[in-house]
């Protein structure tokens, strides 16, 4: 019999502690979600709900990162985002409650004239982020030795932390997602962005254990980018679920989120978690899983790119995420 009890979350008041972020420990509860098979068991991890600024995957990433960061006495984090980047709130989030200035290289130089329009970036503005925009062109070349040394000269002794957080010392931070109670589990199911999150829950996963990762963006890479972490091979990447690519969103994704929030009283996020919860209930439909599975899905976070997908939605005059 699976073992429900709950784990209670740290206080949000501990959160307001100097250099906190490095030194917890925290641990988030499985969450039971009904499905339309009665000899399935899912859950739904809620990392969502481990810190209210740092959500899910994004503060495992950062554990680690921030921690080396402070021992390398380090001045500011640096590094690189979309317009609506998790990434990119978690880090200034982070660097400002730990005593680090933050820098953000954003994808898209017409952002600049954007910021008070933009809830991600002006959230990540007012937690003392400074940005340095670029074009979309020059932006594919921002891990160039050449760039890179111009980053150096402009903003001098910053510790670089890697678009979407994964490096190393994430994927560290993501093995402590799994705790021994979710051993009972045959199926664990994440999304997938960069890779750092599936590749900790691989290096966590018990040899019984099945892990499935749901791309939310195009591309044959990720197999690659996964086997620099892991020397196992009890995963796969399900590549059918991405709904067009990263950020792409249609009616029937709204409309699902929408639905799964009224069911379950749970807010998806539409790049990532979304598009996982869609596959894993298509694929427990479609039979996908034998009889008597026990599945855990990851709830990773990203709440905050809700209202920034909603203002896209609303200018294409569609039904927009419901969060309450």
Same mark, same amino acid.
């Given at each position: 019999?699976?073992?429900?009890?709950?784990?209670?979350?740290?206080?949000?008041?501990?959160?307001?502690?100097?250099?906190?972020?490095?030194?917890?420990?925290?641990?988030?509860?499985?969450?039971?979600?009904?499905?339309?098979?009665?000899?399935?068991?899912?859950?739904?991890?809620?990392?969502?709900?481990?810190?209210?600024?740092?959500?899910?995957?994004?503060?495992?990433?950062?554990?680690?990162?921030?921690?080396?960061?402070?021992?390398?006495?380090?001045?500011?984090?640096?590094?690189?985002?979309?317009?609506?980047?998790?990434?990119? +709130?978690?880090?200034?989030?982070?660097?400002?409650?730990?005593?680090?200035?933050?820098?953000?290289?954003?994808?898209?130089?017409?952002?600049?004239?954007?910021?008070?329009?933009?809830?991600?970036?002006?959230?990540?503005?007012?937690?003392?982020?400074?940005?340095?925009?670029?074009?979309?062109?020059?932006?594919?070349?921002?891990?160039?030795?050449?760039?890179?040394?111009?980053?150096?000269?402009?903003?001098?002794?910053?510790?670089?932390?890697?678009?979407?957080?994964?490096?190393?010392?994430?994927?560290?931070?993501?093995?402590?997602?799994?705790?021994?109670?979710?051993?009972?589990?045959?199926?664990?199911?994440?999304?997938?962005?960069?890779?750092?999150?599936?590749?900790?829950?691989?290096?966590?996963?018990?040899?019984?254990?099945?892990?499935?990762?749901?791309? +939310?963006?195009?591309?044959?890479?990720?197999?690659?980018?996964?086997?620099?972490?892991?020397?196992?091979?009890?995963?796969?990447?399900?590549?059918?679920?991405?709904?067009?690519?990263?950020?792409?969103?249609?009616?029937?994704?709204?409309?699902?989120?929408?639905?799964?929030?009224?069911?379950?009283?749970?807010?998806?996020?539409?790049?990532?978690?979304?598009?996982?919860?869609?596959?894993?209930?298509?694929?427990?439909?479609?039979?996908?899983?034998?009889?008597?599975?026990?599945?855990?899905?990851?709830?990773?976070?990203?709440?905050?790119?809700?209202?920034?997908?909603?203002?896209?939605?609303?200018?294409?005059?569609?039904?927009?995420?419901?969060?309450?």
């Amino acid at each position: 019999m699976l073992n429900t009890k709950v784990i209670e979350c740290i206080p949000m008041n501990l959160y307001l502690s100097a250099k906190f972020l490095v030194l917890l420990q925290v641990t988030s509860h499985n969450e039971f979600i009904k499905t339309n098979r009665e000899d399935i068991r899912l859950y739904l991890k809620r990392e969502d709900l481990i810190h209210p600024y740092i959500s899910g995957n994004k503060y495992r990433k950062l554990k680690y990162n921030i921690k080396e960061a402070l021992t390398q006495n380090c001045e500011s984090l640096l590094t690189f985002g979309g317009a609506y980047s998790n990434h990119i +709130a978690a880090v200034a989030y982070a660097g400002s409650i730990n005593g680090l200035k933050t820098i953000g290289v954003i994808r898209g130089d017409e952002l600049a004239a954007e910021i008070p329009n933009n809830p991600t970036l002006t959230f990540a503005q007012q937690h003392g982020m400074q940005f340095k925009f670029l074009s979309r062109s020059s932006y594919r070349n921002k891990m160039s030795n050449t760039f890179l040394e111009e980053l150096n000269n402009q903003f001098n002794n910053f510790y670089l932390i890697p678009e979407g957080g994964t490096n190393a010392l994430a994927v560290k931070g993501c093995e402590e997602i799994l705790t021994d109670n979710d051993s009972q589990f045959d199926f664990i199911c994440c999304s997938v962005g960069t890779g750092g999150t599936l590749s900790g829950l691989i290096n966590a996963s018990k040899s019984h254990q099945r892990i499935l990762g749901f791309p +939310a963006l195009n591309g044959d890479f990720l197999n690659n980018d996964i086997r620099k972490f892991v020397s196992t091979s009890n995963w796969k990447i399900l590549n059918e679920y991405n709904f067009g690519g990263y950020a792409k969103i249609n009616h029937e994704l709204v409309n699902f989120i929408n639905g799964f929030k009224r069911e379950h009283d749970i807010l998806l996020d539409p790049i990532y978690t979304s598009k996982m919860m869609f596959g894993v209930l298509d694929l427990i439909n479609n039979n996908y899983f034998s009889k008597g599975a026990r599945i855990l899905a990851i709830h990773t976070g990203g709440i905050q790119g809700v209202d920034g997908m909603n203002l896209k939605l609303k200018r294409k005059n569609w039904p927009l995420i419901l969060k309450q």
